[in-house]
């Protein structure tokens, strides 16, 4: 389908390597977006589901009016096993655009998530469950199923720009989008940042954690 307003593309999923999601599930949010320098990373959003677990997988975009769902469930019905689904909302929280049946309809299909720059309600059923659920806030008040709305195109979720088929990775600090092409270097360095944050604790404990670049960065911002 090609009408604008209504367009509906099909998902990479085919041409991705899944083993990328089980290698960015060990890093955590903070670290990724430190690796993209700070540039990356969602706004405003906070997780709704058990604890903040940790979610990572493939976008499946969806760009809606505010209020409407009705390409959130037709992206639902293209998901397969591994995929997040990302609803550009536009931030509008009067009216809720997924909830507990939704939620149901996606895990049962292997969906691992939702990320919405909008509204959710059911929220106490999502924080009873480890299906991902980052919302911008919470409306009891249920969408509306008219469109427009578009599939698998660029979204903006939260001042952060998501292609169908990038890395999403979400834990308890909020969301962070990787470019699929650049997903291979950002994993190498945020495994390295990984690595180097670990030695620093080590050397905490130790009571052996000095500062060099303290003193330095004070006086050069003082002349002294």
């Known amino acids: 389908m090609d009408k604008i307003g209504f367009r509906i593309f099909p998902s990479p999923a085919a041409e991705q390597d899944a083993s990328l999601l089980d290698a960015f599930e ?25 604890a903040g677990k940790p979610i990572v997988g493939f976008a499946v975009t969806v760009k809606v009016r505010p209020g409407d769902n009705l390409m959130i ?63 911008r806030g919470v409306s009891h008040l249920g969408p509306y199923k008219d469109g427009p709305g578009e599939v698998n195109v ?28 650049q997903a291979r270097a950002v994993l190498a360095q945020a495994q390295a940042k990984e690595a180097a944050e670990a030695e620093s604790k080590r050397k905490i404990a130790a009571g052996n954690y000095p500062k060099p670049w303290l003193d330095k960065t004070i006086a050069e911002k003082t002349g002294a």
């Not at 949010?29 to 700070?38: E, F, G, K, L, W």
């Not at 997040?84 to 969906?111: F, H, Q």
């Not at 660029?154 to 092409?181: N, R």
Request: glycine letters at 14%; hydrophobic letters at 45%.
């Open 26 to 50: 060990q890093i955590g949010v903070a670290q990724i977006s430190d690796c993209m320098q700070r540039l990356y990373g969602a706004v405003g959003l906070r997780p709704y589901h058990v």
């Open 73 to 135: 469930h037709k992206a639902i019905s293209m998901a397969v096993e591994g995929q997040i689904i990302v609803v550009d909302g536009k931030g509008e929280l009067s009216n809720a655009l997924v909830g507990e049946l939704m939620m149901l309809d996606a895990r049962r299909r292997g969906v691992r998530g939702f990320v919405i720059d909008g509204a959710v309600r059911d929220s106490d059923v999502f924080a009873e469950h480890d299906f991902g659920c980052f919302a």
């Open 154 to 181: 660029p979204v903006s979720i939260g001042g952060m720009v998501v292609q169908p088929g990038d890395i999403i990775v979400g834990d308890a600090d909020g969301v962070v989008a990787i470019p699929y092409a």
